[in-house]
């Protein structure tokens, strides 16, 4: 039979398989992913991976933590909530990245965790943009971190694929933003609804890095449990630009970085070169459960709402 994209990845990133078994939608897997981040929340997923029994990681390297969402709270109780995280990170050998450093979304993005063709989690919904790289984020619950922590793997149900086609071109002042607004908002009756998608068609191609972040960022609000878009020359560019980015700015100081002999342990020459040469396609003849279309030419700039994405209206309305 033939692979979906999503497949193949939740394929490469499964354990214990039959060697013979090819996996599908709707199959249950032991998974493995490359990496699990945890945010302010890891204050409570610390005592969950504690309850287990575990004294230290399983996998330190695996292990990502990020501090982002409560930052603007200077109080001693938040003060010190921070503070036990990072002594902890410290302590396991995890990464860290300290309040201020940027959304931990995005330092995934910017620091490799969330390369081209992997699977990564975070204990927090919008992992789906890691989508916008091509790889397979997919949000999981703080048991589940607490797990892969002490353990390396959990489980995972590979949920039902659904094929968004893009055809056409954004017109001028349209963004990535719009268009996850106008698909959250046309497609309004559930047609996503706890699926994985996967974004084909000649549109892609005039999307930019950010707007596919954007797009796959909020599949989350549309309902699904992950939104990937294809690996392409865009993906490549915008690795080999990061690389460059990365040597100019030196490295971040975090324990992986030990791992690269100087140089940045996830974006670098080599491993940009091996992906661009061994890029994961969906197979042709793929399975998807359905297949949605929309024209990016006929999107203009909307606003969400009022009260829920299901709809939108067109700035141009709003200035009347």
């Not at 919904?125 to 790889?135: E, Q």
């Amino acid at each position: 039979m033939s692979q979906t994209l999503i497949e193949k990845i939740a394929q490469k990133f499964a354990f214990g398989l039959d060697a013979k078994h090819e996996v599908h939608a709707g199959d249950y897997l032991s998974i493995k992913p490359a990496y699990v981040m945890t945010h302010d929340n890891t204050g409570a997923v610390i005592p969950k991976f504690k309850s287990i029994g575990a004294k230290k990681l399983f996998n330190p390297r695996q292990v990502v933590i990020t501090l982002d969402h409560n930052v603007q709270d200077k109080s001693e109780k938040n003060l010190e909530k921070y503070k036990k995280i990072e002594d902890f990170a410290k302590s396991m050998g995890a990464d860290f990245y300290p309040a201020g450093r940027g959304i931990g979304h995005q330092i995934m993005c910017e620091e490799g965790y969330a390369f081209p063709g992997t699977m990564v989690v975070a204990s927090d919904s919008h992992s789906n943009m890691y989508g916008g790289l091509g790889c397979l984020g997919t949000p999981i619950v703080r048991t589940d971190a607490a797990a892969i922590w002490a353990t390396g793997r959990t489980w995972w149900q590979v949920p039902t694929i659904a094929k968004v086609e893009l055809k056409g071109s954004l017109r001028q002042g349209v963004t990535g933003k719009d268009v996850i607004i106008a698909l959250c908002g046309y497609f309004n009756h559930d047609e996503v609804l706890n699926h994985a998608i996967e974004f084909v068609g000649d549109g892609i191609r005039y999307l930019t890095i950010d707007e596919r972040l954007a797009i796959a960022n909020m599949t989350t609000e549309w309902g699904a449990l992950a939104g990937v878009f294809p690996i392409d020359l865009a993906t490549i560019l915008w690795l080999k630009k990061r690389e460059r980015f990365i040597e100019h700015r030196g490295l971040e100081g975090v324990f992986s970085d030990a791992d690269g002999n100087g140089q940045h342990p996830r974006i670098n020459h080599k491993r940009i070169e091996e992906l661009e040469h061994n890029i994961p396609h969906a197979d042709e003849n793929a399975f998807y459960a359905k297949e949605l279309t929309i024209d990016l030419s006929t999107i203009e700039p909307f606003v969400s709402g009022p009260n829920t994405v299901k709809t939108y209206t067109a700035v141009s309305e709003l200035k009347e």
